[in-house]
């Protein structure tokens, strides 16, 4: 859900939607090269009838700032550089600009800094209010509905909003400039490290020394190293920005979750699938005749194939009534979720996507990390801003367990439980989870998928799912459960034992 995407396995790109859901691209064979983060592609605006927008091809307008940034001069520059931060996206400059502001020397290497990201960025509103960004907030509804089958629907009272891509991104570039950030323009082709710096290779030929390296270039990353085996659980999603005769939803009220399935009737296949592996649309109404729809697969492993996201999309919107005049903005969407840790620690540390923060859970991803940002600048400080300089491997232990400490480590175990317990549910135990979940204390779900809860409350908030739980439901859970649990508590006690 969301805002956009390895040896071995190669890895899937970097990419929100219903997270931060929803921020490059090299796909596992066999998947559709699609942008990977609630990346969207501009699209031709042509005319359709209920199915032919499916298959209309995107048509790429990239836009760009008209910003004066702080450039580096590598031939000038001889000095190391105190930290370079691979990648321009929402955690790059926000980290940028939070370490930054400490008087600490950082310079973020980007092919394109000052592009518009391509992503559809989807938050709810108090997250942004707490982050100080509710200006950098496209459209706001004061309302979510979420429908669980034909016969019942949830209205969740927590607004959500858009975040407008282009008032964000020059508020963070803004706020680096004013901080002091420099800006190089190139793509980072190798790292290679010494006792106490690293040297960054681009492909201008330039070569940066810093004392440390932050990759904050997505999913699709080949700095970071990993130990385990990268059992990831797939988000899919095909999206479109498109203007229509009609839509049946209410503007003050946008749709987080549609798990109905009576569209399928007169379609037994594509029922029985979905039956197996559900889907649901998110939908974002702007006017009565302009909205944004995305049929999305929570999460499947093996990945739920692209061309079937597509043909439910069709049929859901037909049996809607829903005819797109013009497709606006296209989105192909793949987030993958849950998976091991990366090796902690190591000589190039992360933020965003490649460091493990998307929420296993959900796909949600910027809002967390732009909280998570401001956490690891602390650490930086007490590193590279102290008189005694820190640097080298005691460097990159501080860093990275500032990131992930062993409480946030248990934590992510604990959405991680939840991802393998979501693989396991058919529609009909999708739609009685999420029937008991929006019936929790409101200070539980927000915190469920915010990622805001302790160990202690995300335990409480399992009992409590329990106690409200169907008797169907709870069977599900006792048959279903049991082996993602016993994994989640070994890994737990493994780590508390490390």
């Given at each position: 859900?969301?805002?956009?995407?390895?040896?071995?396995?190669?890895?899937?790109?970097?990419?929100?939607?219903?997270?931060?859901?929803?921020?490059?691209?090299?796909?596992?064979?066999?998947?559709?090269?699609?942008?990977?983060?609630?990346?969207?592609?501009?699209?031709?605006?042509?005319?359709?009838?209920f199915?032919?927008?499916?298959?209309?091809?995107?048509?790429?307008?990239?836009?760009?700032?008209?910003l004066?940034?702080?450039?580096?001069?590598?031939?000038?520059?001889?000095?190391?550089?105190?930290v370079?931060?691979?990648?321009?996206?929402?955690?790059?400059?926000?980290?940028?600009?939070?370490?930054?502001?400490?008087?600490?020397?950082?310079?973020?290497?980007?092919?394109?800094?000052?592009?518009?990201?391509?992503?559809?960025?989807?938050?709810?509103?108090?997250?942004?209010?707490?982050?100080?960004?509710?200006?950098?907030?496209?459209?706001?509804?004061?309302?979510?509905?979420?429908?669980?089958?034909?016969?019942?629907?949830?209205?969740?009272?927590?607004?959500?909003?858009?975040?407008?891509?282009?008032?964000?991104?020059?508020?963070?570039?803004?706020?680096?400039?004013?901080?002091?950030?420099?800006?190089?323009?190139?793509?980072?082709?190798?790292?290679?490290?010494?006792?106490?710096?690293?040297?960054?290779?681009?492909?201008?030929g330039?070569n940066?020394?810093?004392?440390?390296?932050?990759?904050?270039?997505?999913?699709s990353s080949?700095?970071?190293?990993?130990?385990?085996?990268?059992?990831?659980?797939?988000?899919?999603?095909?999206?479109?920005?498109?203007?229509?005769?009609?839509?049946?939803?209410?503007?003050?009220?946008?749709?987080?979750?549609?798990?109905?399935?009576?569209?399928?009737?007169?379609?037994?296949?594509?029922?029985?699938?979905?039956?197996?592996?559900?889907?649901?649309?998110?939908?974002?109404?702007?006017?009565?005749?302009?909205?944004?729809?995305?049929?999305?697969?929570?999460?499947?492993?093996?990945?739920?194939?692209?061309?079937?996201?597509?043909?439910?999309?069709?049929?859901?919107l037909?049996?809607?009534?829903?005819?797109?005049?013009?497709?606006?903005?296209?989105?192909?969407?793949?987030?993958?979720?849950?998976?091991?840790?990366?090796?902690?620690?190591?000589?190039?540390?992360?933020?965003?996507?490649?460091?493990?923060?998307?929420?296993?859970?959900?796909?949600?991803?910027?809002?967390?990390?732009?909280?998570?940002?401001?956490?690891?600048?602390?650490?930086?400080?007490?590193?590279l801003?102290?008189?005694?300089?820190?640097?080298?491997?005691?460097?990159?232990?501080?860093?990275?367990?500032?990131?992930?400490?062993?409480?946030?480590r248990?934590?992510?175990?604990?959405y991680s439980?939840?991802?393998?317990?979501?693989?396991?549910?058919?529609?009909?135990?999708?739609?009685?989870?999420?029937?008991?979940?929006?019936?929790?204390?409101?200070?539980?779900?927000?915190?469920?998928?915010?990622?805001?809860?302790?160990l202690?409350?995300?335990?409480?908030?399992?009992?409590?799912?329990?106690?409200?739980?169907?008797?169907?439901?709870?069977?599900?859970?006792?048959?279903?459960?049991?082996?993602?649990?016993?994994?989640?508590?070994?890994?737990?006690?493994?780590?508390?034992?490390?």
């Amino acid at each position: 859900m969301g805002i956009l995407l390895w040896p071995p396995p190669p890895p899937p790109p970097s990419v929100i939607s219903v997270s931060g859901k929803r921020p490059l691209s090299t796909f596992p064979p066999g998947l559709p090269e699609t942008r990977h983060s609630r990346g969207k592609a501009r699209s031709k605006i042509l005319s359709s009838n209920f199915e032919s927008f499916i298959n209309l091809k995107p048509e790429s307008k990239p836009e760009s700032l008209n910003l004066d940034l702080r450039w580096l001069d590598p031939s000038t520059n001889k000095s190391s550089i105190d930290v370079i931060i691979i990648g321009a996206g929402p955690a790059g400059l926000r980290l940028a600009e939070q370490v930054a502001r400490f008087g600490i020397h950082v310079c973020c290497v980007d092919p394109s800094p000052l592009s518009i990201w391509p992503n559809n960025y989807g938050v709810w509103v108090d997250e942004f209010q707490d982050l100080g960004l509710q200006d950098c907030l496209d459209k706001t509804w004061p309302m979510t509905r979420v429908y669980i089958d034909e016969h019942k629907t949830k209205y969740l009272d927590r607004p959500y909003g858009q975040v407008s891509r282009k008032r964000l991104k020059t508020k963070l570039l803004e706020t680096c400039v004013a901080n002091g950030v420099q800006f190089h323009k190139a793509k980072v082709w190798k790292v290679k490290h010494q006792e106490f710096e690293s040297l960054v290779e681009c492909d201008d030929g330039s070569n940066l020394r810093a004392s440390l390296i932050v990759d904050a270039s997505g999913f699709s990353s080949t700095f970071i190293d990993y130990d385990k085996p990268r059992n990831h659980g797939y988000q899919i999603a095909h999206g479109v920005l498109a203007e229509v005769d009609y839509h049946p939803f209410d503007l003050d009220k946008m749709v987080l979750m549609d798990w109905r399935d009576s569209h399928l009737g007169n379609e037994p296949y594509i029922r029985d699938e979905n039956s197996r592996l559900p889907t649901f649309l998110y939908a974002m109404p702007f006017s009565s005749n302009l909205v944004f729809l995305e049929e999305t697969s929570l999460v499947s492993r093996p990945v739920l194939p692209y061309k079937e996201i597509k043909k439910r999309m069709a049929a859901r919107l037909r049996h809607l009534g829903i005819r797109v005049r013009r497709v606006i903005e296209d989105e192909k969407c793949l987030i993958p979720m849950g998976g091991p840790l990366p090796k902690i620690p190591q000589r190039v540390a992360a933020i965003g996507g490649t460091a493990g923060l998307v929420h296993p859970s959900t796909g949600y991803l910027v809002a967390r990390t732009m909280v998570i940002a401001s956490v690891l600048s602390q650490t930086i400080l007490e590193c590279l801003g102290s008189t005694r300089m820190i640097r080298g491997k005691q460097l990159h232990e501080r860093v990275w367990n500032g990131l992930w400490s062993s409480e946030r480590r248990r934590v992510r175990e604990f959405y991680s439980f939840g991802m393998e317990t979501l693989l396991k549910l058919d529609l009909n135990g999708t739609r009685g989870f999420f029937d008991g979940f929006f019936d929790l204390d409101p200070y539980y779900w927000h915190g469920f998928l915010s990622s805001r809860l302790s160990l202690r409350e995300l335990g409480l908030l399992s009992l409590s799912l329990f106690g409200r739980a169907s008797n169907t439901s709870k069977l599900d859970i006792v048959t279903k459960c049991p082996a993602p649990l016993v994994k989640m508590m070994g890994n737990i006690v493994l780590d508390t034992v490390l």
